[in-house]
T-cell receptor, first 113, second 112 residues
Framework: EAGVVQSPRYKIIEKKQPVAFWCNPISGHNTLYWYLQNLGQGPELLIR????????DSQLPKDRFSAERLKGVDSTLKIQPAELGDSAVYLCASSLDLSGELFFGEGSRLTVL | DAKTTQPNSMESNEEEPVHLPCNHS???????IHWYRQLPSQGPEYVIH???SNVNNRMASLAIAEDRKSSTLILHRATLRDAAVYYC?????????????FGQGTTLQVKP
């Protein structure tokens, strides 16, 4: 069975440019998470979806970050415009439900120049 | 959310047991103790979780103190592949949040 798939694995952009990350969760998983991981730190939750609904987006910087999960399956995370401090790994995870074990993708590494 | 405290790093020799400690003195009655680990250049992966009783699975064992204020993840025979960052996390059950809040974890180095 395929795991959580993320793309792109690596992205290099100049500051002020937009960038988008895509996540395909494990089939049948209702809950989807986006985490941000800075170098040497643990992952930090950005947003969590239960089906199509964002049930926790309190940590998402809404001035430049946006996310969507159309039809309750795939999800995209967008940054516009990107800043130097956004350089990090963006991790997507999914679980069967809000209390289930999380399965993570390999992450998308963003470098902002 | 209750916090956990872990050592920043630990070392082990290959094929020896490893005991990774975690303190969680402010744990509440509905908090489960979860362990995840993150191999280099990978996303975190689930290892084990428990509430009160000790737990075993194919990856590891989890020993939980009687007062639940601390726990220990036990790798019975460390391999080079077990070199990773290990995160001890409290997760509130029966809550519509139940989110995983990661700390900095323990970086485990395994020497051949």
């Amino acid at each position: 069975e395929a795991g959580v798939v993320q793309s792109p694995r690596y992205k290099i952009i100049e500051k002020k440019q937009p960038v988008a990350f895509w996540c395909n969760p494990i089939s049948g998983h209702n809950t989807l998470y986006w985490y941000l991981q800075n170098l040497g730190q643990g992952p930090e939750l950005l947003i969590r979806y239960e089906n199509e609904e964002a049930v926790d987006d309190s940590q998402l910087p809404k001035d430049r970050f946006s996310a969507e999960r159309l039809k309750g399956v795939d999800s995209t995370l967008k940054i516009q415009p990107a800043e130097l401090g956004d350089s990090a790994v963006y991790l997507c995870a999914s679980s069967l439900d809000l209390s289930g074990e999380l399965f993570f993708g390999e992450g998308s590494r963003l470098t902002v120049l | 959310d209750a916090k956990t405290t872990q050592p920043n790093s630990m070392e082990s020799n290959e094929e020896e047991p490893v005991h990774l400690p975690c303190n969680h003195s402010t744990i509440s009655g509905t908090d489960y103790i979860h362990w995840y680990r993150q191999l280099p250049s990978q996303g975190p992966e689930y290892v084990i979780h428990g509430l009160t009783s000790n737990v075993n699975n194919r990856m590891a064992s989890l020993a939980i103190a009687e007062d639940r204020k601390s726990s220990t993840l036990i790798l019975h025979r460390a391999t080079l592949r077990d070199a990773a960052v290990y995160y001890c996390i409290l997760r509130r059950q029966f809550s519509n949040t139940g989110k995983l809040i990661f700390g900095q974890g323990t970086t485990l180095q395994v020497k051949p």
